[in-house]
């Protein structure tokens, strides 16, 4: 009887695979990084065929390190990068052009077209999306302008579109699936989240032939099996999520009002709604949370662009400290932070601001401000922007937080944790296993080959050990502090004359 699932987690620096047996414990984990390229100041692309080989390799180290062959392994769960395009040749798998990064803003100018034919409403409508650079439809646009010949080919059906689980799928099974799923799919601003299907509208406006699209899958169900030269035998892979999504899974967020944050380089706040398709009044997105079933979940995202990052700015750039760890001692020493506060919008503001001339401050400096107080602000700003989302999930969802889960390695933190419980009001629950992402993609994929029955199967092999910080912080108190943050926001605003 199969031990493993094997989870695929492709990121932005890294392909990892990791092994996860049925207890929900992680029995190996191996990591190749990968090139990132910067052809132009903003631009950020990867090497399709560097992602496949570190994929690759890393799946390869796994089975290697616990002497497994490909009979242990149950399933296959990808989880991947989001949004992140990739076009390849259907016939022969070489991509025409290197994948363009959901980082990369070298597609602004389209955006920017899409703007002026007054599609914003449109978008929103139909995709959940706002029109940004930031998702796939104008980075595949970009790909069929910049190669010659694609836009011919792609409408004859030689050429295949895809995010990053995609162009796994397609590798994995030598060219025999050319397939995504719902939560990838949503990123795409190419797919109507209300029908559950490509749109013609989002693909007129962009010129993206039907042709070249994959087909959309349930997230937990076979997709089809790896070739056997890969990994020694076939193996079905039967499950696929995108990042933010699968750690929304992984960290059972099942149930509507259930939500986690990612606390990372910035933050993802995501929130279940279920069947409903909130829409939000305050600029968060509406996304597919998962396909299972035929039916669709969705969830409503809110984008922190610098939350781990403000951290790594006190240690690199002002040269406070040598380790990210440290900030939680030096914030402890400190009884408050003296009435200052940080607001990192060093690249601007996103929810509920959206406010692109908006660049970092920091206020409320005394004579008698030290290093601790401006740490203990920093760690601070990354709490206060998670409560502005909070606040817009009840706005926009009506729907009350009883508990915010919590990953990602600023959550390692134990000051921000408990911070972030006070400012909120609402406990925090931190899991003792924090490869929540990979486990989601793992359980959809357990979940569709019966390694795992149901749910509560999953909840209770990962349930046991969370931390739980509680709010111990008076309403009194919390409502100051928040008026104050809210009032270092506005010295922020529009800072940057355009
Ligand atoms: P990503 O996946 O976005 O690369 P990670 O989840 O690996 O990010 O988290 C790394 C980020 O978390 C970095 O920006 C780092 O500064 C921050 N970080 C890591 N450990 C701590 C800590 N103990 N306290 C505060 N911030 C931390």
Not at 319 to 336: I, K, N
Not at 341 to 347: D, E, G, H, N, Q
Not at 351 to 373: F, K, M, S
Request: hydrophobic fraction near 40%.
């Amino acid at each position: 009887m199969a031990r493993y699932i094997l989870a695929l987690d492709q990121g932005t620096t890294s392909s990892r695979a990791i092994l996860f047996e049925r207890d929900g414990s992680i029995a190996a984990v191996e990591q190749a990084e990968f090139t990132q390229h910067f052809p132009e100041p903003g631009w950020v692309e990867h090497d399709a065929n560097e992602i496949w080989d570190t994929q690759l390799q890393a799946a390869r180290n796994v089975l290697i390190q616990v002497h497994a062959s490909a009979s242990d392994i149950a399933g296959i769960g990808i989880t991947n990068q989001r949004e992140t395009a990739l076009v390849w040749d259907r016939a022969t798998g070489e991509p025409i052009h290197r994948a363009i990064v959901w980082q990369s803003r070298q597609t602004m100018p389209i955006c920017e077209r899409l703007r002026a034919q007054g599609l914003e409403d449109e978008v929103k409508r139909r995709t959940g999306l706002v029109i940004d650079a930031y998702f796939s439809g104008s980075k595949v646009r970009f790909i069929l302008d910049a190669v010659e010949g694609a836009q011919a080919r792609a409408e004859r059906g030689e050429l295949c579109f895809g995010t990053v689980d995609s162009w796994l799928m397609y590798k994995l099974t030598k060219g025999a699936v050319h397939a995504t799923e719902p939560s990838n799919a949503s990123r795409t601003m190419l797919y109507n989240i209300g029908e559950g299907a490509w749109d013609d509208v989002m693909l007129d406006a962009l010129g993206v032939p039907r042709a070249m699209l994959p087909e959309v899958q349930d997230s937990s169900g076979v997709f089809g099996e790896t070739d056997p030269e890969w990994l020694g035998g076939a193996i079905p892979i039967s499950g696929v999520a995108g990042d933010q999504q699968a750690a929304l899974f992984g960290q059972g967020c099942f149930d509507p009002g259930s939500a986690k944050n990612t606390y990372g380089t910035g933050c993802f706040l995501l929130m279940n709604t279920g069947a409903k398709m909130a829409t939000s009044a305050s600029g968060l997105l509406t996304t597919v949370a998962w396909g299972r079933g035929g039916e669709l979940e969705y969830a409503l995202e809110g984008s922190i662009f610098v939350a781990g990052s403000a951290v790594q700015w006190l240690r690199d750039g002002l040269g406070l400290f040598s380790d990210a760890a440290e900030s939680a001692a030096l914030a402890s020493a400190v009884t408050d932070t003296g009435g200052v506060y940080l607001v990192p919008a060093f690249t601007g503001l996103g929810a509920p601001y959206w406010d692109e001339r908006a660049r970092g401050a920091l206020v409320g400096l005394t004579r008698g401000t030290t290093r601790e107080h401006v740490t203990r602000a920093t760690l601070e700003s990354i709490a206060y922007q998670s409560r502005d989302v909070v606040e817009c999930f009840h706005g926009d969802a009506g729907l009350d937080l009883d508990v915010l889960r919590v990953d990602g390695g600023a959550c390692a933190n134990d000051f921000l944790m408990q911070f972030q419980a006070d400012i909120l009001g609402t406990p925090v629950r931190r899991p003792p296993m924090l490869e929540v992402t990979a486990l989601g993609a793992a359980a959809l994929a357990g979940l569709a080959v019966g390694f795992w029955q149901n749910e509560s199967d999953l909840v209770t092999a990962t349930g046991e050990g969370a931390h739980v910080f509680e709010p111990e912080m008076s309403v009194d108190q919390r409502d100051s502090l928040y008026a104050g943050w809210k009032r270092a926001v506005e010295r922020s605003l529009a800072w940057e004359q355009s």
